[in-house]
């Protein structure tokens, strides 16, 4: 239950459609070709600032997570290739992100459930965010991403910024431990991987 609602999390969350200017700075503008091959290769989770209370208990139990994004260009999807550690174990995950250029999100099915996120990229910093339910202030969050485990100063303070834009708190901001990554050592590269790690 805890991996499946990380997944969403990480996957996207719900979101109302509606765009509020307040948020400009947290959302994202349309995603081009340029954006879809800039997103191709290996990201690192770094943390998120979550209000919904189901998620932010199974973000808790995380340690590390990174995942590899291929875009297909052609059908606007994405493959999400993810490794997890979670509670001291690594956990494998492959799933299809629809892409909205026009909306600048990124979306998951889960089931019949669409969980949608705004993508905003930072290109001076190799980094990323999603943002989840922005106009809902108890489901509202936002999660942050970069192509290293290490967190560049200076996109630490904008994603802080960010938060409290969304009426959240520093406090609230959940990180990675990337002491306990359990994926790194066992894994293959993706395209050379035959099965899930142990």
């Known amino acids: 239950m805890a991996l499946r609602v990380a997944l969403v999390i990480l996957s996207l969350l719900p979101l109302l459609e509606a765009q509020?200017?307040?948020?400009?700075?947290?959302?994202?503008?349309?995603?081009?070709?340029?954006?879809?091959?800039?997103?191709s290769g290996k990201?690192?989770?770094?943390?998120?600032?979550?209000?919904?209370?189901?998620?932010?208990?199974?973000?808790?139990?995380?340690?590390?997570?990174?995942f590899y994004f291929t875009p297909n260009l052609t059908d606007d999807t994405i493959l999400l290739q993810e490794y997890q550690t979670v509670e001291g174990r690594c956990v494998y995950n492959s799933s299809t992100l629809g892409v909205q250029r026009e909306n600048g999100t990124i979306s998951k099915y889960e089931g019949t459930v669409e969980h949608?996120?705004?993508?905003?990229?930072?290109?001076?910093?190799?980094?990323?965010t999603?943002?989840?339910?922005?106009?809902?202030?108890?489901?509202?969050?936002?999660?942050?991403y970069a192509s290293k485990p290490d967190i560049a100063p200076e996109f630490l303070k904008e994603f802080q910024n960010a938060v409290k834009?969304?009426?959240?708190?520093?406090?609230?901001?959940?990180y990675t431990d990337w002491k306990k990554d359990m994926c790194s050592q066992q894994q293959l590269e993706p395209e050379k991987k035959t099965e899930a790690c142990p």
């Open 43 to 66: 990201w690192f989770y770094l943390g998120s600032a979550l209000r919904n209370l189901e998620f932010k208990q199974a973000l808790q139990k995380i340690q590390a997570t990174y």
């Open 130 to 144: 999603l943002a989840f339910a922005p106009e809902d202030e108890k489901n509202r969050g936002l999660s942050f």
């Open 165 to 174: 834009s969304l009426g959240m708190n520093e406090t609230e901001i959940i």
């Open 116 to 128: 949608v996120a705004h993508l905003k990229v930072f290109t001076k910093h190799r980094a990323f």
């Open 20 to 39: 509020n200017p307040d948020h400009a700075n947290i959302t994202g503008i349309p995603i081009t070709n340029d954006t879809m091959s800039w997103l």
